[in-house]
Nanobody, 126 residues
Framework: QVQLVESGGGLVQAGGSLRLSCAASGLFFSSYVMGWFRQAPGKEREFVAAIRWSDGSTYYADSVKGRFTISRDNAKNTVYLQMNSLKPEDTAVYYC???????????????????WGRGTLVTVSA
């Protein structure tokens, strides 16, 4: 059974840091692209960052470039999102997703992605 489980969300002050984790199981990992997405109240889900499991290639949304870092641990089958210099506008539910197509992860349509986690809430206070 393919499963993604996010953790690490919480409440943090502006300027602070959090690290999100996405534990994956049931995937042939080397074939997949992993992505982080977020959805704020009343807004559409948006792309945050992606990493290709096979070679570690990464890509970021402009809004998080230079502040967030996506990485993977092959031994733990886990993808991370290190979030620094957090801003109130980063407040959202953060989701992990997996798909075999780089383009779909980065550009969408996101509804077509193969696997989604249930999300973890990040709240950044001013």
């Amino acid at each position: 059974q393919v499963q993604l489980v996010e953790s690490g969300g919480g409440l943090v002050q502006a300027g602070g840091s959090l690290r999100l984790s996405c534990a994956a199981s049931g995937l042939f990992f080397s074939s997949y692209v992993m992505g982080w997405f977020r959805q704020a109240p009343g807004k559409e889900r948006e792309f945050v960052a992606a990493i290709r499991w096979s070679d570690g290639s990464t890509y970021y949304a402009d809004s998080v470039k230079g502040r967030f870092t996506i990485s993977r641990d092959n031994a733990k089958n886990t993808v991370y999102l290190q979030m620094n210099s957090l801003k109130p506008e980063d407040t959202a539910v953060y989701y992990c997703a997996a798909d075999r197509a780089w383009g779909t992860v980065v550009r969408g349509p996101y509804r077509d992605l193969e696997v989604w986690g249930r999300g973890t809430l990040v709240t950044v206070s001013a």
